[in-house]
Structure formats: structure tokens, C-alpha cells
Nanobody, 123 residues
Framework: QLQLVESGGGLVQPGGSLRLSCAAS????????IGWFRQAPGKEREGVSC????????NYADSVKGRFTISRDNAKNTVYLQMNSLKPEDTAVYYC????????????????WGQGTQVTVSS
């Protein structure tokens, strides 16, 4: 069974850090671009970051540039999102998803999705 599982979310104070993980089971992530997305209550899901299959290409939403870092460890079949200097507006459920043909700005082009992990930034 193909599955993506996000973990690492939680409650953190403004200015704090979290590292999210996206682990795959039932398939290898080596050939997939991986995107991180988030959805806040009452808002549409939005792209946060993406990494190509090799990790050689990464991109970020303007709102997280300089604060978030995406990385991947194909040996562990896992992709990470390091989130620093967190702000209350980063509060959302964070999802990872796969795409076979490189990163895309279109959410509907991503194939497999995890169940999400909640990130809450609050004092």
C-alpha cells in the first residue's frame, strides 16, 4: 500500500522551530518531486515548498523564503521541512505530496498525499 506519513507538527511559540518529516512506505521517493503544502482554517490549500527528485531544485513560497528549508534523504525515503522563525500565520495543517514530473505550482498535479500534521504557532 502506497502511503505518505507526515510527522513533527505541534505547538510552538512565535520565533520557534519545528522540523516536519514526510516518510513514504510502499514505494520509493527517489523518482518523485515532493511538495509541502498547508491549509489554514477557512483558507485554501497553498504550496509552501517543493524539491525535485534529486534535491537539486528547490523552491519556496514568498511567505516562507529565508525561514523554511526543504531537504530530502532518499536513503531514508524521507523529505523534511525545517521551519524556523515561525509566525502565527504559519499555523495550518501541513501536507506532503508527490509528483512524478518535477515540481509544479498546481496542487491538482500532485498524486499521492499524506494525512497532514498540525502546526500551531501561538504564545
Amino acid at each position: 500500500q502506497l502511503q505518505l506519513v507526515e510527522s513533527g507538527g505541534g505547538l510552538v511559540q512565535p520565533g520557534g522551530s519545528l522540523r516536519l518529516s514526510c516518510a513514504a512506505s510502499g514505494f520509493t521517493l527517489d523518482y518523485y518531486a515532493i511538495g509541502w503544502f498547508r491549509q489554514a482554517p477557512g483558507k485554501e490549500r497553498e504550496g509552501v515548498s517543493c524539491t525535485s527528485s534529486s534535491g537539486g531544485v528547490t523552491n519556496y513560497a514568498d511567505s516562507v523564503k529565508g525561514r523554511f528549508t526543504i531537504s530530502r534523504d532518499n536513503a531514508k525515503n524521507t523529505v523534511y521541512l525545517q521551519m524556523n522563525s515561525l509566525k502565527p500565520e504559519d499555523t495550518a495543517v501541513y501536507y506532503c505530496a508527490t509528483r512524478e514530473s518535477g515540481c509544479s505550482g498546481y496542487i491538482q498535479e500532485y498524486d499521492y498525499w499524506g494525512q497532514g500534521t498540525q502546526v500551531t504557532v501561538s504564545s
